[in-house]
């Protein structure tokens, strides 16, 4: 594939019929391939079908996937976090951004982000947030050339143990 007609694009809210692609895309790099689950599309486990419906049930998380030419070559979930702090500040956090191996590298990554950025203005953020894996260093690297600055420590803690 040398290039994409960008007109082609389209970025969705994600259905049930875009589950198992969307887990694929998440298993579809060096860290997503040991922590997801091995399935078929008949066979996709109830944890996910848990999660995703906990997802769409909720009307702060927008889950969407980025289509071309009718498949799914990209996913992400934005959840609007409404604080107290930076004088009631209303946050976008970014979680499970991916794009499909084969269609990385042609701009796809600052599409979705143009779309995130936009989104999250019209739902009245004024600040955009996400974590990465340290070891993912093209995706941090990504992440500063559009304008995320690497301001604070992200920190997890295990609680499924």
């Not at 008949?42 to 906990?54: E, Q, S, T, V």
Request: one cysteine or more; hydrophobic letters at 40%; glycine letters at 6%.
């Amino acid at each position: 594939m040398q290039k994409l007609d960008l007109v082609k694009i389209n970025i969705r809210q994600a259905v049930d019929k875009d589950l198992f692609s969307i887990i694929q895309l998440l298993a579809d790099d060096e860290l997503g391939k040991s922590r997801e689950a091995k399935l078929t599309e008949k066979d996709i486990p109830d944890f996910y079908l848990k999660a995703f419906n906990l997802i769409q049930s909720n009307p702060s998380t927008t889950l969407v996937v980025m289509e071309y030419m009718g498949e799914i070559i990209g996913t992400l979930q934005l959840i609007i976090i409404p604080t107290l702090t930076l004088q009631g500040c209303i946050r976008a956090e970014v979680e499970g951004v991916r794009i499909k191996s084969t269609f990385r590298r042609f701009g796809l990554g600052k599409l979705m982000f143009d779309w995130i950025k936009n989104t999250a203005i019209e739902k009245g953020c004024s600040l955009l947030q996400l974590t990465t894996n340290k070891n993912r260093l093209s995706a941090i690297n990504f992440y500063k050339s559009i304008g995320f600055i690497d301001s604070h420590y992200g920190m997890k803690m295990d609680l499924s143990k």
